[in-house]
């Protein structure tokens, strides 16, 4: 079984900044790449980012580019969200997934992290 660490996340203003992170705890041939979702309250859970397990390829959702950059340190086995100009539409639980492909379906997720909260304030 693996799992995957969480780490990050809180309270943060409107147009602030945070990092989560995410280790999962061995690798196995089901993990293609790891990435981020989040559910807010009364919603979906929706795809955020994802990275693949060698770092060479990205995939965001629309609402997020140009805000938010997910990165790998291979040496760590850590995969890092950074987000920048948060808005309160960002509030939400995160949730790390390694997923069977680079994609945004949660069909392909093979493991998920316990969630992390992030709250933005107007």
């Known amino acids: 079984q693996v799992q995957l660490v969480e780490s990050g996340g809180g309270l943060v203003q409107d147009g602030g900044s945070l990092r989560l992170s995410c280790a999962p705890t061995?690798?196995?041939?089901?993990?293609?790449?790891l990435g981020w979702f989040r559910q807010a309250p009364g919603k979906e859970r929706e795809f955020v980012a994802a990275i693949t397990w060698g770092g060479t390829g990205t995939y965001y959702e629309d609402s997020v580019k140009g805000r938010f950059t997910i990165s790998r340190d291979n040496a760590k086995s850590t995969v890092y969200l950074q987000m920048s100009s948060l808005k309160p539409e960002d509030t939400a639980v995160y949730y790390c997934a390694a997923s069977r492909a680079l994609s945004a379906r949660l069909e392909y997720v093979a493991y998920w992290g316990q969630g992390t909260q992030v709250t933005v304030s107007s």
């Open positions: 061995r690798r196995t041939s089901a993990i293609y790449a």
